[in-house]
Each structure stands twice: as structure tokens, then as C-alpha cells.
T-cell receptor, first 117, second 114 residues
């Protein structure tokens, strides 16, 4: 079984500042993937960034980076130079890596990020 | 490539009625997932298809729920005898059949049972 914990229900950040959203996980799988999704008020889940458990380097995608600490089982999302459009719910998720099985995602409860002008 | 689409976007129904939702995945994606998201929670897995085969169902999927993917393309999710507890956002996602592919989500169908 897999579990994702997001301990920050909400965060307020000044525009242009960097923000870190926390995520810890638990799994018995040897190989797994960690994801961050953004969900604006419209409801659609937007994929942001992916980190494989076997990746030695932290993933980066534009202003998004994933601070992966395998020993601590944490996968924090860092958003640099925050913008007003970053205001949304953010979900951390994980799934097993398998070519043959159901790779269903397990999500955390999310963090609501509000960017203040 | 128009992305994953879902229809309808919103559905209001009275308790006891049946409802059906449709999901059209990205055309070359053979894996399709249904998730349910209640207020203040993250999405929870409901069921999974590989082509037309339904390979796993969550215990959240009671006997009132049924999902199909008859030709391995679009999928339908039907809820019979709806209850107020069924009110939620129903999300569909699709992916390629490789271990490194991410799931692309549709806009969701928001169901309200009155």
C-alpha cells in the first residue's frame, strides 16, 4: 500500500517569492514515481513534474523543481519566483512503476497555495 | 491531439436516479483510469482499463457503479440509484502503456445529487 502525506492545508506567499510545498510518502514498492499536479478552480489536474525513485538528480521543469530525499521519504515541490497564476490546489501523488500492472496514482490531501500581490 | 475530454462537465440529479458519464482519452493511450474526488480531498482511484479489459476495481466502487470501455477507446461510468454521498468530481485519466508515462487528466464531471 502507498500513502502520501501533505501537512500544509494552506499557504500564503508574496508574489515573486519562492515557495516549498511539503510531501512525504510511504511505500513498500522498490520502484515508484512521484508526481506533482496543480488543480486550478476549474478542476482539471495539470501535471507539473515527475521524479523516479531511481533518479539520482532532482527533477526540474521551468520554475518547478522537486527536492527528492529518498532516505527521508520526502518529495517537496519548490516553485521559484511565484506568480499570481500559481494560486491553486497542489497535489503530491505516487504510483508503482511496472510494465504489467495497474499504475494507479495515490494522492495526498493537497495544499491550497494563494499568491498575494 | 485534443487531450482527455469528459462529458458532461456538470450533472445535477435527484437521489435515486441513474447517471452516466463519458470519457474520451487521448487517441493513442490504451490505459484509462477513473478517479473520484470529494470536497477537500485528493482524487481516489476507482477503476482501471487496459484496452477494453477492466483489470482492477477499487472497493470504493460499490455494486451501483459500473464502468465499461467497449472498444478500447472511450469509457463510460454509470451510477445507478444515486445517493447524496455520490456527489463528487469524477476524473478520467489516460496514459501510454509504458512504465514511465504520466497520466493525463480530463476536466472532470462534477456530480451533485440532491
Amino acid at each position: 500500500a502507498q500513502k502520501i502525506t501533505q501537512t500544509q492545508p494552506g499557504m500564503f506567499v508574496q508574489e515573486k517569492e519562492a515557495v516549498t510545498l511539503d510531501c512525504t510518502y510511504d511505500t513498500s514498492d522498490q520502484s515508484y514515481g512521484l508526481f506533482w499536479y496543480k488543480q486550478p478552480s476549474s478542476g482539471e489536474m495539470i501535471f507539473l513534474i515527475y521524479q523516479g525513485s531511481y533518479d539520482e538528480q532532482n527533477a526540474t521543469e521551468g520554475r518547478y523543481s522537486l527536492n527528492f530525499q529518498k532516505a527521508r521519504k520526502s518529495a517537496n515541490l519548490v516553485i521559484s519566483a511565484s506568480q499570481l497564476g500559481d494560486s491553486a490546489m497542489y497535489f503530491c501523488a505516487m504510483r508503482p512503476i511496472s510494465n504489467f500492472g495497474n499504475e494507479k496514482l495515490t494522492f495526498g490531501t493537497g495544499t491550497r497555495l494563494t499568491i498575494i500581490p | 491531439d485534443t487531450g482527455v475530454s469528459q462529458d458532461p462537465r456538470h450533472k445535477i440529479t435527484k437521489r435515486g436516479q441513474n447517471v452516466t458519464f463519458r470519457c474520451d482519452p487521448i487517441s493513442e493511450h490504451n490505459r484509462l483510469y477513473w478517479y473520484r474526488q470529494t470536497l477537500g480531498q485528493g482524487p481516489e482511484f476507482l477503476t482501471y482499463f487496459q484496452n477494453e479489459a477492466q483489470l482492477e476495481k477499487s472497493r470504493l466502487l460499490s455494486d451501483r457503479f459500473s464502468a465499461e470501455r467497449p472498444k478500447g477507446s472511450f469509457s463510460t461510468l454509470e451510477i445507478q440509484r444515486t445517493e447524496q454521498g455520490d456527489s463528487a468530481m469524477y476524473l478520467c485519466a489516460s496514459s501510454l502503456p509504458t512504465s514511465l508515462s504520466e497520466q493525463y487528466f480530463g476536466p472532470g464531471t462534477r456530480l451533485t445529487v440532491t
